[in-house]
């Protein structure tokens, strides 16, 4: 496709060079080129991809998007100066695919926590209704069946286009994608129209990239203003925020607050959640195999972006039955010796004191809790995880996330702030896997044993970015497999 079709009425001052060249690939990546490459120079966190411009014109790249002035290109180099060339960068993505997603429903989900958990429920009901699926979050990308690798929550726009073309092509009906704040921020997904848009709540995090909470909400309400459904916590302190940010027709629905679709007669046992709503007049009944309060919420997001695919309810009933895990998402695991194992992704405040106080509601012993917190992340929630988490445990390990280029015992000091606020006792091991042996050896038959922070992660990131490989759930699994024979 020639480069001035791909541009379309993006505004953009030609520096030099042909703007019919044929454009056959796109990349930002300099490690990425091959002939007829159009290059585009995004200033990333750790590098600038203008610094690489050069590189990948010797590699065959034919053609670069700036944002910054930039010297010493070939003069047969076309070169386009744009404001802001991430959000350019997802606009001709989406030409140079012909707009993939145009053919299928997208349904974005955005929120501090819940994310990935209501995309498997709201997966698992338009599956149930027939329909072919693909699916876009933290674990997994998916299409159909068949799972494809995922690095980030939202892919980068080119990759985000170049899936949605793939899904397009294999007859995907709806695409049901996490939306993180980060994407909405970098223009990721500028471009893309959402039949449905669901906003889940909005809790401390993240800070290290927003800088303020203002910062953090402004860039969750974005996915509002290009969504034909809003489907809205009315229960959320920002809801009526989000709300206002809506240029769709809003769905709301909570436990507490008046909504469009309200939870009552809430029944939550260590095995799942029931709840009744009232649809159309009718009292309807759901349940779902995932333990806890928030779990209900996560139902009730599911149910309404259903119902506003005009999926019935008898089928949304039966499709929210058959989601019996959410990998890393409140998984138990059970010990012969009489002790529970719950691995979950919880790595913010909200998160932790969600499940903390859900297992507080079925507990029979101790709450063995081993946690820590990302380096070269937010600092300020350290202190408040630990207060959370020496609140509501009965024994704590403090132990390492994923340190990054932090000294792991530091952060784990600054955790321990907040521990030394409340009574519980506990323990700092900074290598992850002693910390959950420990915990484990420490438990006793009827205690659970709440291992959070990486939940599906398989990899421990440390200094100048070595990744191991680490899995949680791998250790207990060993552990019990040991403790059985």
């Known amino acids: 496709m020639k480069l001035k079709e791909l541009m379309g009425s993006i505004c953009y001052q030609r520096i030099q060079g042909n703007i019919e060249v044929d454009i056959s ?18 200033k990333g966190f750790q590098t600038d991809g203008h610094q690489y411009a050069i590189d990948a014109v010797q590699k065959g790249a034919i053609a670069l998007i700036v944002e910054d002035s930039i010297s010493n290109i070939p003069e047969d180099i076309t070169v386009l100066q744009v404001d802001n060339t991430r959000k350019v960068m997802s606009l001709i993505s989406t030409n ?18 819940g994310k990935t958990t209501i995309t498997f429920l709201i997966d698992a009901i338009i599956k149930e209704a027939g329909r072919k699926t693909g699916v876009i979050g933290t674990i997994h990308n998916k299409i159909g069946d068949k799972v494809v690798p995922s690095e ?114 809430l029944q939550i046992t260590a095995d799942g959640v029931s709840f009744n709503i009232d649809i159309d007049n009718e009292k309807r009944n759901f349940y779902l195999n995932i333990p806890g309060k928030f779990s209900v919420y996560n139902g009730l997001a599911a149910i309404g972006t259903c119902l506003c695919l005009g999926i019935p309810p008898s089928i949304i009933q039966e499709g929210l039955k058959k989601v019996n895990n959410v990998p890393g998402r409140f998984q138990t695991i059970s010990s012969p010796v009489g002790y529970r194992i719950i691995v979950d992704y919880a790595h913010a405040p909200d998160g932790l004191e969600n499940i903390l106080k859900t297992v507080q509601e079925f507990k029979t012993g101790r709450i063995i809790t081993v946690f820590g917190c990302g380096g070269n992340r937010d600092k300020s929630k350290r202190p408040i995880m630990g207060k959370i988490a020496g609140t509501y445990s009965d024994f704590c390990v403090l132990t390492s ?50 291992i959070a922070g990486k939940g599906h992660e398989k990899y421990q990131i440390f200094d100048q970015g070595q990744k191991i490989h680490f899995d949680d759930v791998e250790i207990v699994e060993e552990y019990i ?5």
Request: with cysteine.
């Open 152 to 265: 980030r929550t939202t892919p980068e726009s080119i990759d985000l286009q170049k899936l949605f073309a793939q899904m397009e092509s294999e007859k995907v009906d709806d695409i049901i994608m996490e939306v993180s704040s980060h994407s909405l921020a970098l223009d990721r997904v500028a471009g893309c129209h959402f039949k449905v848009g669901v906003f889940t709540n909005l809790t401390l995090d993240h800070l290290d990239f927003h800088k303020t909470m203002d910062q953090y909400k402004a860039a969750k309400a974005k996915l509002f203003q290009h969504s034909e459904y809003a489907v809205i916590n009315a229960d959320d302190s920002v809801a009526e925020y989000i709300i206002k940010s809506s240029n769709g027709k809003v769905l709301t629905y909570g436990i507490d607050k008046d909504a469009d679709l309200i939870a009552y007669d």
């Open 481 to 485: 497999q040991e403790e059985s024979m």
């Open 25 to 42: 690939h796109l990349s930002y990546n300099s490690k990425h080129i091959q002939p007829g490459t159009l290059f585009f120079c995004i």
């Open 96 to 113: 140079f695919y012909n707009h993939p997603a145009s053919k299928m429903n997208i349904i974005g989900v955005t929120g501090t926590n």
């Open 401 to 450: 996330d994923n340190p990054r280029s932090e000294e792991p015992l530091q952060i784990l000091d600054e955790i321990e702030v907040g521990i030394q606020k409340t009574d519980c006792p506990y323990t700092k091991i900074v290598d992850r896997k002693k910390g959950i042996i420990f915990a484990l050896e420490e438990a006793r038959a009827e205690d659970i044993v709440i």
